[in-house]
Every structure is written in structure tokens, then in C-alpha cells.
């Protein structure tokens, strides 16, 4: 059996300790978000749900391969710590090395489902990083409003060793019940960005995960109302720049309506050329489904 080497998380105050990468940026950052609702690792499955030691494998290939521009940011949801160990030894394993931000939601430690980012230290030097509870007590371990479950956001503030740009970028998960709780968690979440983006001066604010929230949900409206400082991406992008099903909700059959839950909201104001966008899939000929969403 192969020892796995211990979990890197990152601090505000690490250094990087090999030469950092060089990427060609002529007019700036050069970076890649992926968003993925994992799907936590159950010991009751959905029917056509595979249990976690199978679908491992195919959620860290997928990693991998679509974080194979260096500059990428991995915003993951449900992931509680034996699968956050499973993923960091499959990206490191190759001789990659990655860190991550983020905790356990019920006690900001261990328990519970971690919103994690992941990202090379190398490229990217952590600035500063704190955990958002959705509730009105936000800077601890608390339920919000009508939540049915403990929810978290987790902001991470980067600057790019090539350019010195910094970036923030957020993931989080909204509630799956509690519809006031969806609607006050995107208040608050603009709100916190707005002081974020203020006070570092970045080149991009970036808000990546599972909102719950279709386009027409209370949620999804707050974040994209027209005095939002926030935009959708993918109702920006032209659809020839587009590789996507449109659909990111699948469950586990082909029983559930798919629905479109997960988005990649950005700064409006924000100078960004956006080169593509997809939804991906998670199935493929062997019929395994990765997770119950797409990244």
C-alpha cells in the first residue's frame, strides 16, 4: 500500500519553495475557474448511485485533466475530509503540487462538508483567505434562517507571481430547502464581496458553486439584479465560444428534470476577456455517473 503524504493546506504567510511557472500573459491574468458539486461520500447511494471508492477515480481524472492550464482554481463542494484526501493525493501524486482553502462547515475545523479552492502555489501566492457562514452570525459555525443544513462560503484573495494581479475568487453552497435562506445568503455573499473587491483592489472577483437556485429562483435574481455588481458568465459569452449541455442538476437517472443550479458569477465592472465556457459531462460509455451535478 502506498503511504500517502500529508494533506497541504495553505496559509496566508506560505511561501513558494520551487520556481514558480511562467505563463505567456501579455495583457494579464491567464486563469481557469472550474466548479464542481462532488457530491459527498454517502454509505446510503441514490439507485444508479456508485459508492465513493468508484466514482474517485473518474472525478480526480477529471480534475487533472481540466486543470492542466496552470493558473486554475478548483472550487469543489461536498467534500468532506477522507474524500478532500483522496483528491489532493491524486492531484499531487503526479508530481504536481497543490494546496487548498477552506473547512469542515459545522465547527470551521474538521466536521462536515468542506467548500474547498484549490490551487498551485506556485503560481499563485494566498493573499488572505477567511470562512463566510450563511447566517446572520457569519463569522461562525451557524444555520441560517430557514436552512435546513449548516452552509459556508470560502473567499480566497491570490496574487499572481508573474503579474502581481490579484484575484479573489469564492465558492460556496446554498441551501437545498430553505428558500429565504438561498435569498439572504446571496445578499450577504454581495455584500462580502463588495468589501473584498474594495479593500484589494483586484483585477477579477470571481463567485463559483451551487446556488440551488435555478434562473428563475429568488437567489439566482438577487445575484444577477441589475444593481448587482455581479454577472453570470455564461449569459455573456458568445455561443460559439461555448462547449456546454446547459443543464449542471442530473441526479443519478434519467428519472430527475435537469435543472441549471450551478454558475460562475464575475464582476461586472471587471476588465475580463472570457475565452470559453462549458458545462460538462458526468457520464460517459461505462454509464458511471462522477456526481449527481456536472462541473
Known amino acids: 500500500m502506498t503511504r500517502r503524504k500529508p494533506i497541504k493546506k495553505a496559509t496566508a504567510s506560505e511561501t513558494c519553495d520551487v520556481t514558480p511557472r511562467k505563463l505567456h500573459c501579455p495583457q494579464g491574468i491567464q486563469f481557469r475557474v472550474l466548479t464542481h458539486n462532488i457530491r459527498y461520500a454517502t454509505e446510503t447511494p441514490f439507485k ?175 445575484l444577477t439584479a441589475q444593481e448587482s455588481m455581479m454577472v453570470d458568465v455564461a449569459a455573456i459569452i458568445p455561443p460559439e465560444q461555448r462547449h456546454e449541455n446547459e443543464m449542471t442538476f442530473t441526479g443519478f437517472s434519467d428519472e430527475p428534470t435537469p435543472s441549471r443550479i450551478d454558475f460562475i458569477f464575475v464582476r461586472k465592472k471587471d476588465c475580463i476577456k472570457y475565452d470559453m465556457y462549458a458545462v460538462l459531462a458526468n457520464r460517459f460509455d461505462d454509464g458511471i455517473f462522477l456526481s449527481d451535478h456536472r462541473a
Open 48 to 222: 444508479g448511485e456508485e459508492r465513493w471508492p468508484i466514482r474517485c477515480p473518474l472525478i480526480c481524472a477529471e480534475l487533472r485533466f481540466h486543470s492542466n492550464h496552470p493558473a486554475s482554481f478548483l472550487c469543489l463542494q461536498e467534500v468532506p475530509n477522507s474524500q478532500l484526501a483522496d483528491i489532493i493525493h491524486s492531484l499531487n501524486e503526479a508530481g504536481e503540487h497543490w494546496a487548498y482553502i477552506g473547512v469542515g462547515r459545522d465547527d470551521g475545523k474538521h466536521a462536515g462538508e468542506y467548500l474547498l479552492i484549490l490551487y498551485r502555489p506556485c503560481v499563485w501566492r494566498l493573499k488572505r483567505w477567511n470562512s463566510c457562514w450563511l447566517s446572520p452570525t457569519p463569522r461562525v459555525p451557524s444555520r441560517g434562517w430557514d436552512a435546513a443544513s449548516i452552509r459556508i462560503a470560502t473567499i480566497g484573495q491570490f496574487e499572481h507571481f508573474q503579474t502581481g494581479q490579484t484575484v479573489i475568487i469564492t465558492t460556496t453552497h446554498l441551501d437545498d430547502q430553505g428558500t429565504e435562506s438561498r435569498k439572504r445568503s446571496a445578499q450577504l455573499l454581495l455584500g462580502v464581496l463588495r468589501i473584498e473587491a474594495g479593500l484589494s483592489g483586484a483585477s477579477a472577483t470571481v463567485l463559483a458553486g451551487d446556488f440551488n437556485s435555478s434562473p428563475n429562483g429568488d437567489a439566482y435574481k438577487v
